[in-house]
């Protein structure tokens, strides 16, 4: 499985970005995918995933009711559309892939940065 992320860029706080993450190898519907981000000096975060075979979303407690996870069967892509978004926002951002029993993510796309100005 590979994934490839972007979208990232740098943006005023308040803006909105949408990060896309394309998948090759396996289909979106084989799999369950999640955003992370690292900040500088930080330790990684969840941002949002999928659970229950796609069903359902979840999402950090940091990001819920201003970001929101979607995606696209056909394209075989995830999307993250991020709203009002603060300068505590600005890091690393990568998506994941696991099994749709997995415990942890095997699989990491290569992160794209997303930068937030006061």
């Known amino acids: 499985v590979q994934l490839q992320a972007s979208g990232g860029g740098l943006v005023e706080a308040g803006g909105s970005v949408r990060l896309s993450c394309a998948v090759s190898g396996r289909t979106l519907s084989s799999v369950l995918m999640g955003w992370f981000r690292q900040a500088p000096g930080k330790e990684r975060e969840f941002v949002a995933s999928f659970r229950r075979g796609g069903a359902m979303t979840y999402y950090g407690d940091s990001v819920k009711g201003r970001f929101t996870l979607s995606r696209d069967n056909g394209k075989n892509t995830v999307y993250l559309q991020m709203n009002s978004l603060k300068p505590e926002d600005t890091a690393v951002y990568y998506c994941?892939?696991?099994?749709?029993?997995?415990?942890?993510?095997?699989?990491w796309g290569q992160g794209t940065l997303v930068t937030v100005s006061s």
């Open positions: 994941a892939a696991k099994g749709w029993y997995d415990s942890e993510y095997s699989y």
